[in-house]
C-alpha cells in the first residue's frame, strides 16, 4: 500500500473504533488539540476521542499496525509544548490520542486512596474526595482550568502545597511498544484484573473487582518521603525537579512514553485549622532567613508559602482580573466552561479578518475594566510599602508556630505581617494564582510593541541563600517587563520575562541558564521538559527504556523525532 492508502485505511479504521464523530480530521477542528497551552504546535493527522480504555487499546494497535507516532493528550494544559506535536520535522505521521472522555474515579481502602482512569480530573477528585474530608495532590492551580490526574502523573507535576512533593505512584496500568514493536498492556496497579487486555481493560472500567482483591504491595502511591527532602535546607541540591531520577518509574515522569490508562494514588487529610500570613519585606533575605527557620525549626511543615514580587502582583492586579473574578463571584468550576466558552468565540472571530487576534483575551481584557479593585485594603497597603510579598499558609499546630514566630521575627527584621481574615487569605492566594495566565494576557494586549515572551521554571538548591534574581545589565536593557513568582519553600521559582521587540530570546535563556548551572539548579522544575527544555541523560534514557522504537511523543525533551531514536 502506498502512504496514502495506509492513512485513509487507518483513519477508516479510527473512525469504526470510535466512531464518526470522534475522529477529527478537519483542520480547524484539530487546532485545539495540536497547540499547547502557552508553546508549542504542529499537525497531526488525526485526533481521536475514544470513550473507554478498551477503545484506546484498539486505537493503539491500529496505530502500531500502520506505523505512525503516537502523542497521549489529557487537558493539553502542559506550559512547555510536551502534550502536542511541536514543527515539522516528524519521520511519520502523528495521531493524537485525547483521553478526556473517560474521566471515572474509584475510591478505595475507605477513600485514602483512588484510582484515576485517563481523563479523569483534579477537579473531579477534589468534588468525589470531599464528602471523605480529604483531597488529591494538587487543589489550585492547574486543577482550576481542568488539568487531569494522570497528566500530572506524566509531568511528575508540583504545584503549590509544600507536603507534597512531585505527583508520582508506582501503581499504574499502561501500555508499552518493545524493541520489536510489539504493544503489551502492563498491569501494575496492584489490583488483579484478568489476564487479556481486554478482560483487564473492561473490568477496570467497569469496577469489576471486590475490595478484597486490591492488594498492597510495597509500592509507593505517592512521594511519601518529600517532606524530609524539603526540610534538609543545607543540601546543595534542589528538592524536586523534572531530569531527578528518583522520581522516574514506569507512568511517573514518562510525558507520554508510554500509554497510561490508570494510575493508583494515596489522597491526603484536608488540614482542619488553616491560617493565612501575609508577609511583606524589602529585602529577600528576610525571606531566605524565615524560610530557613520554618523549614528546619517548625513542627509542621506549611501547606503553602507562595511567593509574588511586585511587578507580578500589579501585572496580575490588571491581567489576572478577570480570571480572579470569575473564580471569586462564579467559583473555579466555572473555567473550564469559560476556556470552552473562549475557544468557541476564538474559532468564529477568527473567522472574521476585522476582527484582532486573541479577540477573547481582549474582550475580557476590556470587560474587566469595569469592576472596580478587587484586592483586599491591607493587601494593596503592603503592595505600596514592600516589593516582595509572600503568602504562607499554615494548619494545624503550625498556625500557633506561625503566629508566636513571626510576631517575634519582625520586632528585630526589615518588613511586616498581617493575619488574614478568611475573605482576605481566599483573595491573597486566589491573586497568585491569577499570576500564572497574566503573562500570557500581558503579551497579547501588547504584542504589537514589544518581543517575544521567555519563561523559565527552575528549581534552586535548597541550600541558595541568594535565590532572588539580578540580571546583569546587558540582559535587563533587553527585558521589558519580568514577571517573578514561585514555591518558595520548595525553592521552585517561575520567572517569566517579555522581552524588548529585537532582543533574541534564545540567547537571553541560554545566558540565564548557564548561571542556574553554575548555581547547582536545574530545570524545569516542574512543568516537565516539553519542547522547551533539553532532557538530562537521566530522563533520556528513562525515555528510551521505556520506549525503544520512539513512537510515543517522539522528541520530547528536544530528542530525536525519528524511528528507533535515529539522530
Ligand atoms: C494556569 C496554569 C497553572 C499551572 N500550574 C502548575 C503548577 O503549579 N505546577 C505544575 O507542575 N504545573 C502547572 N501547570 C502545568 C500543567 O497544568 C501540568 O503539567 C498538568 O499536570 C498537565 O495535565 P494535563 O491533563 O493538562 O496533561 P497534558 O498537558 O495533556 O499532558 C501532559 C503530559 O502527559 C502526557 N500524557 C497525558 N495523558 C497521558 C496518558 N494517558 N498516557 C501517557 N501520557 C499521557 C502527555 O503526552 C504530556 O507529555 C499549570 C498550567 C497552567 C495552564
Redesign the pocket.
Known sequence: MTDNAVQTSLIQNLTSIVGDNYTITEQSKKQHYCKG??FGSGDALAVVRPSSLLE?WQVLKACVAADVAV?????????TG??TPDGKDYDRSIVI?S?MRISDIQLIDNAQQIIGL??S?LFGLEDTLKPYGREPH?VI??S?????I???I??N????LVQRGP?YTELSL?AQIDTDGKLSLVNNLGIKLGDTPEEILTNLQNKNYQEGEVEFPNKRASDNEYHERVRDIDADTPSRFNNDGRRLYE?AG????????AVRLDTYEIPKKQQVFYVGTNDPAVLTKIRRHVLSNFKSLPVSGEYLHRDCYDTAKKYGKDSFLVIDKLGSKYIPKLFSIKRAVDGIASKFKFLPSKFSDRAMQYLSYLWPNHLPKRMEEFRDKYEHHWILEMSGEGVDEAQAFLSEFFETNEGGYFECTQDEGEKAILHR?AA??AIGRYHAMHSDKVGSMMTIDVAFPRNELDWFEKLPPEIEEQVELKLYYG?LFCHVMHQNYILKKGADAKAIKNKILETFDARGAEYPA???V?HEYFAKDDLKNFYKTLDPTNT??PG?GKTSKCKHWAE
Do not use: D, P
Open positions: 497551552f502557552r484506546i502523542i497521549m493528550q489529557a487537558a493539553n494544559t502542559g506550559l510536551g502534550s490520542i483521553t485517563a481523563g480530573t494538587s492551580g492547574s482550576c482550568i481542568g488539568a487531569s494522570v497528566g500530572g506524566c509531568n507535576s508540583g504545584g503549590a505527583a499502561f507512568s514518562c510525558a507520554g512514553k508510554l500509554a497510561v490508562f494564582f500564572g495566565g514555591h516542574e512543568h516537565n516539553g510515543f511523543n520530547i
